[in-house]
């Protein structure tokens, strides 16, 4: 009874409800706009919101990712820019379409689809994640060690063209955590007899630097791109097309839950997927796929927001980021005294039970701002870069300040966003690097607990690892991604992909 | 643009450059962890640090022998392609407006700021940038200074005065 009660709360108080909805709205067009990414939004948003009540920070950033998500194949229906990554498949055949007039059609259809992919996320969310959380509440400091060194290194491996560039963004990320007073012994590390560094560095700053301030000056690159017009016509789908692809939408959605949870996975990489199953199932599509497929416009789109739901079953049971905005989330749930992990669940079951409630609203507000308000969207969308950067520039500064009113903030924050803009430039994943700071503290703490208790034996650590079968998964996982990511493995992998005959 | 296959890695202008500065400073942040406690024990507050900059150090090095094993890319520069005049500038601007902010207030330097880098950026008329100058700001001051509560430097403006000559007006 307690959960319903919980799972209501957004729903019922008119202010939650407000936010939300307002959240999602401008989850839309942020996604919906090419270059503005759900993290950047959420990590901006943290340092508005930090000093609100924890409610009503998570109503408005659960429904910017909710809307962010969904808002990305809105330009890649109508301009053929993928408003976010993980919309790089509906481009395929949603543009096709609305070369062919049916932009109304597909973005009804699409809507629909992922809010169906929406809502498969977030029931496999609800039945999955007390178990595994009840499971998680079983682990020892060195499985806790191990999970940060993984979710930095899945990320890591994952968001990057190499996993050297991926691990050195963690390692980074992980030294930035570190500075500051020694939470266990309070000696300085990395202050420089700097009293402001005692603190740290904010997590905050970094993440406004590495998310909003880098990819704002990478989006200078693009400034002379012409802004396309767009007609709109009808908008909501047959209801023999939503009946005819209902099927391929929920395997499609399971699809994006699998995805979406494995950590250092996200949307784009589901809807991808999902693209790819659909294409292999429609044995004779009614249009080719690429040519304007109504299959291959449903299936990404269920997939990336079913993902949402997907990302959070880590995220909330095992404290490890199932994609980059949900490693802001969990940052921003440390700001609000939250620890999100197998604990969570046991401490504060209200949390999990009012994010799913939360995330529910969420999808029931992108049914209907997916469906109406086309023809503004058509024109904010439109907003040319020239105003709409120096406008992120101008916001990024007030947040970071807005985090303890010092200037020093700001400094950081630039600091880490011209860093991050030459990482990007360079191929440097930063995701990792925020993943880094936030595991920072979880990771060294529990590595000095799990050398304490073998009383500093490193050989009696590792031979421990075996007697537990939890800690041995963990372990052959992170040998694993290793061995996959070396020369040899991509060697052999080249070979056989691209000469099979040898 | 280049005219190698895009399935070849190539090496972008000042990658090299930048691949060994971050083997520098892993090594240099590897000394500094090691000043924090030495190799005294595996549980001390320098082993973790030691072990991060160690892994740093390791991945800096590959990835930039691998970049240095990469072809150039050609017809790419790096004034023009990886950090063009635009950037700098916006940069420059952006650094002039974090150092103003405080003593000028948020108000004076926010629309110094946008009107500036619109009116380069956007290359409107003066009187359009101005028009969505002010627009921009008004909005913003609303939402983050009035409804969200956010403190911002207040300068040589008199906000508060002004607020509450403006309050008194609807009493």
């Given amino acids: 009874m307690d959960a319903l009660n919980y799972f209501a709360m957004s729903w019922l108080s008119p202010e939650l409800l407000g936010l939300t909805a307002l959240g999602t709205f401008l989850g839309i067009y942020v996604g919906a706009i090419p270059g503005l990414s759900v993290t950047m939004a959420v990590s901006i948003l943290i340092s508005f919101t930090f000093s609100w009540d924890v409610n009503y920070a998570l109503c408005l950033m659960v429904g910017v990712y909710m809307g962010g998500v969904y808002g990305g194949s809105r330009t890649a229906i109508l301009l053929n820019i993928p408003g976010a990554p993980s919309a790089i498949a509906t481009a395929l055949d949603g543009y096709p379409l609305a070369k062919k007039g049916l932009a109304g059609e597909a973005i009804g259809l699409s809507t629909v689809m992922s809010v169906v992919g929406g809502f498969v996320g977030i029931i496999v969310l609800a039945l999955s994640a007390p178990t595994i959380s009840e499971f998680a509440i079983t682990f020892q400091p060195r499985d806790y060690m191990m999970l940060g060194v993984l979710g930095i290194m899945l990320v890591g491996s994952l ?36 009293v402001e ?102 299936a990404p789109e269920a997939a990336n927001n079913a993902a949402v739901g997907g990302a959070y079953i880590p995220m909330l049971t095992l404290g490890i980021p199932g994609d980059a905005v949900t490693a802001v989330f969990i940052g921003a749930l440390f700001i609000h005294g939250l620890n999100p992990g197998p604990l969570l669940l046991v401490e504060q079951p209200h949390m999990f039970w009012f994010t799913v409630g939360n995330l529910t609203l969420a999808n029931i507000f992108v049914l209907i701002f997916g469906l109406t308000g086309i023809k503004l969207f058509s024109k904010i969308v439109e907003c040319p870069k020239g105003i709409l950067i120096p406008l992120i520039f101008l916001l990024s500064i007030v947040g970071a300040y807005a985090i303890n009113n010092s200037v020093t903030d700001i400094w950081w924050m630039l600091a880490f966003g011209v860093f991050g803009y030459f990482m990007r430039l360079y191929a440097f994943p930063v995701g990792p690097v925020i993943l880094g700071v936030i595991l920072s503290s979880l990771t060294d703490e529990n590595w000095r607990r799990a050398i304490l208790s073998e009383r500093g034996s490193v050989g009696d650590l590792f031979i421990n690892l075996f007697h537990s079968p939890l800690s041995t998964v963990l372990f052959s996982v992170i040998v694993l991604i290793l061995f996959t990511q070396s020369p040899i493995w991509t060697k052999w992998l080249r070979d056989k992909i691209f000469h099979p005959s040898h | 643009m280049s005219s190698q296959s895009p399935l070849i890695k190539t090496r972008k202008p000042g990658e090299l450059l930048f691949c060994f500065l971050l083997v520098m400073g892993s090594t240099y942040l590897f000394w500094q962890a090691y000043n924090i406690s030495g190799l005294s024990s595996l549980s001390s507050p320098g082993a973790f640090p030691l072990a991060a900059a160690a892994v740093m150090v390791l991945a800096s090095c590959v990835a930039f022998l691998n970049t240095l094993k990469s072809p150039a890319a050609e017809g790419v520069r790096f004034v023009y392609h990886c950090f063009p005049p635009v950037i700098a500038i916006i940069m420059a601007l952006i650094l002039v407006y974090s150092i103003v902010l405080d003593s000028l207030g948020f108000i004076l330097s926010s629309f110094a700021f946008l009107f500036i880098s619109i009116q380069f950026l956007y290359r409107r008329s003066v009187l359009t940038t101005l028009t969505i100058t002010l627009l921009s700001l008004i909005v913003v001051y609303i939402v983050f200074r009035l409804v969200f509560q956010v403190v911002l430097p207040e300068g040589i403006v008199p906000e508060r005065e002004i607020l509450s000559v403006i309050e008194s007006l609807w009493r």
């Fill in chain 1, 159 to 194: 968001s990057g063209s190499s996993l050297a560039r991926g691990v050195f963004a963690g390692a980074l990320g992980l030294l930035i955590g570190t500075v500051g007073l020694d939470p266990m012994t309070a000696e300085e590390r990395f202050t420089y007899g700097v």
């Fill in chain 1, 197 to 298: 560094l005692w603190d740290g560095i904010n997590p905050v700053a970094v993440m406004i630097g590495m998310f909003g301030i880098s990819e704002a000056l990478h989006q200078l690159h693009n400034m002379n791109k012409a802004v396309v017009k767009q007609k709109i016509s009808r908008i909501i789908p047959k209801w023999s097309d939503v009946k005819k692809y209902m099927p391929l939408s929920l395997q499609t959605s399971f699809i994006g839950v699998i995805v979406g949870a494995l950590p250092g996975t996200g949307g784009d990489i589901a809807s991808l997927m999902a693209y790819d199953h659909a294409k292999r199932v429609t044995k004779n599509p009614k249009v080719p796929f690429g040519e304007g497929a109504k299959e291959g416009l449903i």
